[in-house]
Nanobody, 119 residues
Framework: QVQLVESGGGLVRPGGSLRLSCAAS????????MRWYRQAPGNQRGLVAG???????NYADSVKGRFTISRDNAKNTVYLQMDNLNSEDTAVYYC?????????????WGQGTQVTVSS
């Protein structure tokens, strides 16, 4: 079994910061690309940021310059540093990763963590 467990969500005031973490565990051979998605009520789930195993990153235009994705390959963990948050960042944030258990890689999802930006 492979599990992705997110942490770090919560309530923050506009202009504040949060740091999300997502740790992969279980029968893992290798973790490839890791990503953060988010879904606000009434909206589709959308990509926030992604990072390859070698550290190449990409971001949604709405978060460029405010969010930073990083990873620790030794810990199979991905992070999302979120700064200068605003109400439009309110959503459930999901971790996604391409993981191999020794043969082919497949995508796995975490359970999600709520981020609420409100005064």
């Amino acid at each position: 079994q492979v599990q992705l467990v997110e942490s770090g969500g919560g309530l923050v005031r506009p202009g504040g910061s949060l740091r999300l973490s997502c740790a992969a565990s279980g029968s893992i051979f290798s973790v490839y690309a890791m990503r953060w998605y988010r879904q606000a009520p009434g909206n589709q789930r959308g990509l926030v940021a992604g990072i390859t195993r070698s550290g190449t990153t990409n971001y949604a235009d709405s978060v460029k310059g405010r969010f930073t994705i990083s990873r620790d390959n030794a810990k199979n963990t991905v992070y999302l540093q979120m700064d200068n948050l605003n109400s439009e960042d309110t959503a459930v944030y999901y971790c996604n990763a391409d993981i191999s258990k020794g043969d082919y890689a497949r995508g796995y999802w975490g359970q999600g963590t709520q981020v609420t930006v409100s005064s």
